[in-house]
């Protein structure tokens, strides 16, 4: 008998009921400040112990020049290579159809960039007179546009803002739960890509047989797997440019055989997504290639679209990001849109090893800074919410994961006595890896899939 873990899905605030696009982004901005302002006020009077109650400002038009002073707003990155759809509006005219960037492909940093805190009242440019630390690991270079921060320091006579030090949300509660004191995992996969013409297909069925327990050296452990998370990419975008759904966006009938074209990823993905839920719960995200809107939060799968599967109990179908627990424990994550447009942000690494690192590096930024997308909707295409923003944290998880990424690592964060454990999970076409998570533990494991011909 498999092991079976209470499960409790925390995702509400990442559906979208009735949708309206004819707002302005800007009041996602101003959202996200008034939702997180009291929350900083707090964080910079317990970081900085000198500081007083009135140097304070609530709102950045009160600070005056020549006295030291701490401000909270939001930051914005000017970045001269960054895309701007005014700039290929003007290009191309009003016959455009622009296309989904490409992220990670091309990166924003340049020594010209310059950072600037804005509120209600006006905007100010930040100085910064040598690199510093903001909070342990976390540098000036991961300041990135969308962040709400404490700054302190002295407004000049030159009209800019000399920073002495930024502040974030740095912690934020953890409620206490029940954990599960057996041993039982959670496998989160993601990057499956049924569709990719160049992956071989036995390794989707070699995974599926060891999930369902039939392939392991040791079936008992398998046994105690409880939970299987499809983080997103579970179908293939073209990896020769070519836009393969172009029949699809002319609004022109198509024959049969462009039909069963178009659909043979999906009842591929439908075909594995049964074969896990006869055996095992599953949740089911989508990501960036799935058939879903495209704007964050993603929407779930259409059941239509998984017909077979969709008629498991065990198959819960959640939006990107998600949130939910697991026998006790909290897991945010998200199919790693924002991750990869975070690092356009940042400067180029020389390697590997150090790209890794500063994955890790952004998934931490993200939760000391409270926020799951800070970069939408200025480069991260998402919804124009009008009176919340839900990628606010209001709590630390467990558990934050992203998914889609191009290696597997791991660390625990620590404040206080919270603590979370941030993972970059591997995609699985690239790497033939998945990630096991001990529930009692959070430690994880990496089981790669091979063929021995």
């Known amino acids: 008998v498999r092991k079976e873990l209470a499960y409790e899905k925390k995702w509400q605030r990442f559906e979208l009921g009735e949708r309206k696009y004819g707002q302005q982004y800007s009041q996602v901005y101003f959202n996200r400040l008034n939702m997180m302002r009291e929350q900083l006020k707090k964080a910079a009077l317990q970081r900085w112990s000198s500081i007083q109650d009135d140097s304070i400002m609530d709102r950045m038009a009160q600070a005056k020049d020549g006295a030291e002073c701490v401000v909270v707003g939001i930051l914005f990155k000017e970045m001269k290579l960054k895309p701007s759809i005014l700039q290929e509006y003007a290009k191309h005219g009003a016959v455009m159809m622009p296309n989904p960037p490409r992220r990670a492909e091309k990166l924003y940093a340049d020594e010209s960039d310059a950072l600037i805190l804005e509120d ?18 976390l540098r000036e270079e991961l300041l990135v546009s969308g962040l709400i921060v ?60 060891t999930l369902k327990g039939a392939a392991l050296a040791d079936a008992t452990e398998n046994f105690k797997l409880a939970n299987v998370i499809v983080a997103g990419n ?15 966006k002319s609004h022109k009938p198509i024959d049969r055989k462009a039909q069963d074209e178009a659909a043979f990823p999906m009842r591929e993905l439908d075909r594995f997504l049964c074969g896990v839920a006869s055996a095992i719960p599953l949740e089911l995200m989508p990501g960036e290639n799935d058939p879903v809107n495209y704007l964050l939060p993603q929407q779930a799968f259409h059941p239509c679209l998984i017909p077979d599967s969709t ?41 590997p090893a150090e790209e890794t690192a500063q994955r890790l590096d952004v998934l ?6 409270g926020h799951i997308a800070p970069t939408a909707p200025d480069t991260l295409a998402s919804y124009p919410f009008s009176s919340t923003d839900p990628f606010v944290m209001k709590e630390w998880p467990t558990l934050f994961f992203a998914a889609n990424q191009p290696s597997f690592s791991t660390k625990v964060v620590s404040e206080g006595t ?11 076409s690239s790497t033939r890896e998945v990630v096991f998570v001990n529930i009692r533990t959070l430690e994880p494991q990496v089981l790669s899939i091979e063929i021995s011909l």
């Not at 030090?165 to 959670?186: F, H, M, R």
């Not at 293939?236 to 172009?246: E, F, I, Q, T, V």
């Open 311 to 351: 008629k498991f109990t065990s198959v819960r179908r959640s939006p990107n990001p998600s949130e939910f627990s697991v026998g006790g424990q909290t897991f945010l994550g998200t199919s790693g849109q924002n991750v990869d447009d975070y690092m356009s942000y940042l400067p180029p690494v020389n390697s």
């Open 120 to 137: 209600e009242t006006g905007r100010i440019q930040l100085e910064f007179h040598k690199k510093r630390e903001i909070m342990k690991d």
């Open 364 to 369: 931490e930024s993200m939760l000391r800074f």
């Open 418 to 428: 919270s603590s979370v454990r941030i993972i970059t999970v591997p995609a699985f």
């Open 234 to 248: 579970s179908v293939c975008r073209a990896k020769d440019g070519s836009d393969k759904g172009a029949y699809l």
């Open 150 to 209: 404490a700054v302190k320091g002295t407004k000049t006579k030159k009209g800019l803002f000399s920073v002495a030090g930024v502040c974030p949300v740095s912690v934020l509660p953890q409620p206490a739960t029940s954990i599960s004191e057996d041993d039982a995992y959670v496998c989160i996969v993601s990057g499956l890509c049924f569709g990719d013409e160049t992956m071989n297909p036995l390794y989707a069925d070699l995974l599926l047989e």
